[in-house]
């Protein structure tokens, strides 16, 4: 399993770059912390987010700007479709997770098997001047 842990003593913000290639992950379910658990594969990455505290945590999907709130002791599968070679970033902050995609993914995010947030439209390409 590979995961990233962020304790609850970490710095207010971090940002993650996502750049693997294959994980495995045998329970999501048993760790302890705000973590996010990384698999992928060329055009399909998908993210375990899980939300330790016992108050909702905020759950940004960018660029769509939509938003869920995350129940306590709840992990989140945030899954992105995409062009291959691109990968979602992962900004961890006190009160949100923030999660990126990129020009030509969409996204969803699933609680318990059910998609509780999906972002169907396909980000489109960054104009030349803001890369």
């Not at 399993?1 to 940002?15: D, V």
């Not at 129940?71 to 923030?98: N, Q, S």
Request: hydrophobic content about 40%; glycine content about 6%.
């Amino acid at each position: 399993m590979a995961s990233i842990e962020l304790p609850g003593e970490s710095p207010a913000t971090r940002t993650l770059a996502i750049s693997c290639l294959s994980f495995r992950v045998a329970d999501h379910t048993t760790g302890t912390g705000n973590y996010a658990v990384v698999m992928s594969n060329p055009s399909r990455h998908m993210l375990w987010v899980r939300n330790s505290d016992r108050a909702s945590l905020k759950l940004c999907v960018e660029p769509w700007a939509n938003e869920i709130l995350m129940e306590p002791d709840k992990a989140y599968l945030v899954v992105f479709d995409g062009p291959e070679g691109k990968f979602p970033e992962v900004e961890w902050r006190k009160d949100r997770v923030t999660v990126y995609g990129w020009s030509g993914s969409v996204a969803q995010v699933l609680l318990d098997d059910t998609v509780v947030l999906s972002c169907a439209v396909p980000v489109p390409p960054v104009p030349a001047g803001f890369r």
